[in-house]
């Protein structure tokens, strides 16, 4: 076992969980992150509201909350709420065991300034500083990244089968976006735009899209769009239970309504289903003859529906996508549904923490600094006077 493995175990990042004999030589160790040592804070920033949580490393939820946005909220509306969010999640807790807050924003960043620089959902938020807001506020280290990156991050780290380097993430819900992990390293693109699945375009005389093009994916699969889909299709001529789930309020309809639709066999949720999957089988099987992936995960709002959703939808992608892209492909639904959102924005700290020379490679050194120095003789009429580590 490495010298920093070691350090990390005695500082309390990792733990020990068994081991694994291969047959050859000393059986493996199996190391897993330690329970409840140290934790990580995710703030996700969502069109109506922020949620917040607080999870051990092992992604065991400490605590969670929520605060609403008011309609069309600027930037410094955003940030008080995130700041009143955090002060809520981190109340009583020891600072020196939280290792960063994570914040997952709709649209474009700039990592190293901590900066959301725009969204064209929330067109007021622009050059917001997030980042440094809270990092000021709470005197922790923050980190800003692009929400359905942050939420591919989350299958990385917190999904119950994470056994993949090689995946693209579809987030569908009230756009529709994604985000490709390489080597297990989110692939940004040459200036940082790639993933923007939902403005591919699929109809070139289709309708104006808020981003400036016409017929793009994200005006045809969004919730938003499988709900027009219903209503169009509520006409009277096939019998649902739709209306009775809705008390005859048509714009109650969400997606948990059309979930309950498909699991009583409702013949309007169902067709619906398949008229919505076509746009969005198009565009899937665009991106995997362009791709290649081994993994395929669809996550945001509508991963709810969970197999209603995934069975259609793979139907169209085979038969769009070539047969060669479409080889041993897994398409799966998200591992975490049912879980807070704001988990995908912890994530961004596990990111930051444990790839490259992060969090924990730090700790790693101020410990091996601190064993160097308790090793030294001390000065001459001096003590040694040890330095602690986080946690």
């Keep these: ?22 047959g050859m030589g000393r059986p493996a160790v199996l190391l897993d992150f330690a329970s409840g040592t140290l934790f990580v804070a995710g703030v996700l920033v969502e069109i109506h509201r922020l949620d917040g949580v607080v999870a051990d490393l ?8 929520e605060v609403k946005l008011p309609p069309d909220p600027d930037g410094e509306q ?12 981190l109340k009583g807790l020891d600072a020196r065991r939280v290792l960063g807050i994570g914040i997952g924003v709709p649209g474009f960043v700039d990592r190293s300034a901590g900066r959301w620089e725009e969204c064209g959902l929330m067109p007021r938020c622009r050059d917001v500083e997030m980042a440094p807001a809270l990092s000021r506020c709470f005197g922790l280290p923050a980190f800003v990244e692009n929400d359905t990156r942050a939420r591919a991050l989350a299958e990385k780290w917190f999904a119950p089968e994470r056994d993949f380097d090689d995946l693209l ?49 994200e005006s045809q699969a969004s919730c938003y769009a499988l709900f027009d ?30 979930r309950q639709a498909l699991d009583a066999g409702d013949k309007v949720a169902l067709e619906a289903l398949k008229e919505f999957c076509v746009p ?10 362009l791709l290649n992936p081994g993994h395929i995960v669809i996550g945001g709002s509508l991963a709810l529906l969970g197999d209603h959703l995934l069975r259609p939808l793979i139907v169209e992608i085979r038969a769009r996508a070539t047969s060669r892209a479409v080889r041993g492909v897994d398409i799966r639904m998200s591992g975490m549904v049912g879980r807070p959102a704001a ?6 700290v596990h990111e930051v923490s444990f790839t490259g020379r992060g969090i924990a490679h730090s700790l790693a050194q101020r410990s091996t600094q601190t064993a ?12 040694r006077r040890p330095i602690g580590v986080a946690g």
């Design 58 to 65: 092992r992604g065991s939820v400490v605590r969670w909350d």
């Design 280 to 289: 969005l089988g198009t565009g899937l099987a665009n991106a995997m003859n």
């Design 169 to 217: 993430f579809v987030e569908i819900g009230e756009g529709v976006g994604a985000a490709l992990l390489v080597n297990g390293r989110i692939r940004a693109g040459a200036t940082d735009a790639a993933g923007e699945l939902g403005h591919i375009s699929i109809d070139p005389n289709g309708k104006r899209c808020y981003c400036g093009g016409r017929g793009c994916l």
């Design 229 to 258: 889909i219903v209503r169009r299709r509520l006409d009277g001529r096939v019998k649902s239970v739709l209306p009775r789930l809705l008390d005859g309020d048509l714009e109650k309809l969400s997606v948990e309504v059309v």
């Design 343 to 348: 988990m995908s924005a912890a994530a961004v």
């Design 372 to 383: 160097r120095r308790r090793s030294a003789p001390p000065a001459e009429g001096g003590r």
């Design 78 to 89: 955003v940030v008080a709420a995130a700041k009143s969010l955090c002060r809520l999640l």
């Design 1 to 22: 076992m490495s010298f920093h493995v070691a350090e990390l175990i005695r500082c309390g990042v990792l733990e020990e969980v068994g081991s694994k004999n291969s």
